[in-house]
């Protein structure tokens, strides 16, 4: 069999007239051309961003009286939710519209998750961190598919934008604009 030589990648310069989001879909893009590493992407990062959500959710929110009838509204998986809906906002909101639809979704399943640790199920935070591990083993075997070393490296600084560009690239396929 042949071996992948990798490839060095250039950093990516924006256009004159190019917006910060599309920098970072640029440099997401030319790291990731493998279909199967972009095949594990579009499965690992949404089952990544529900444990991030349900882990959050399961930290012990304290009681604010101030919050009066509302206290149970209230956890730490609401500030996630509405810090992806700013950090997107700044950078496309059609986009960040689409991630809160995203992340509603992704609430009613950590919520069902919730009910189902009340009813005697396992605890959800064994649950979701169970998850995150086995995503993070699909982005990291992604990867390696890549052949491409400094791929792996340039997730860690754009972990933030990757749902959005996920986002992205359906919003691509479909021919729509964000």
């Known amino acids: 069999m042949a071996k992948f030589k990798p490839v060095t990648l250039k950093p990516i310069l924006p256009k004159k007239d190019e917006r910060p989001v599309d920098v970072y879909f640029n440099r997401l893009d030319a790291s990731h051309r493998n279909p199967s590493n972009r095949l594990l992407h579009f499965i690992c990062v949404p089952l990544m961003l529900f444990s ?3 882990i959050a959710w399961a930290i ?3 009681y604010l009286k ?3 009838t509302y206290n149970g509204m209230f956890n730490w998986g609401s500030f996630l939710i509405a810090f992806c809906v700013y950090y997107t906002l700044k950078l496309s909101p059609i986009l960040s519209y689409t991630m809160l639809l995203v992340l509603f979704a992704l609430s009613y399943g950590v919520s069902r998750l919730a009910a189902l640790e009340l009813a005697g199920g396992p605890p959800m935070i064994w649950v979701c ?3 995150m591990a086995l995503a993070w083993l699909g982005q990291y075997l ?3 598919k890549e052949a491409n070393e400094q791929s792996f490296k340039d997730d860690g600084q754009l972990v933030l934008n990757t749902p959005i560009w996920v986002l992205y690239s359906l919003f691509k396929r479909l021919g729509w604009k964000y």
């Open 129 to 131: 961190t169970f998850t």
């Open 52 to 54: 991030a959500l349900g």
């Open 60 to 62: 012990p929110f304290p």
């Open 142 to 144: 992604g990867g390696k």
């Open 66 to 68: 101030f919050l009066g």
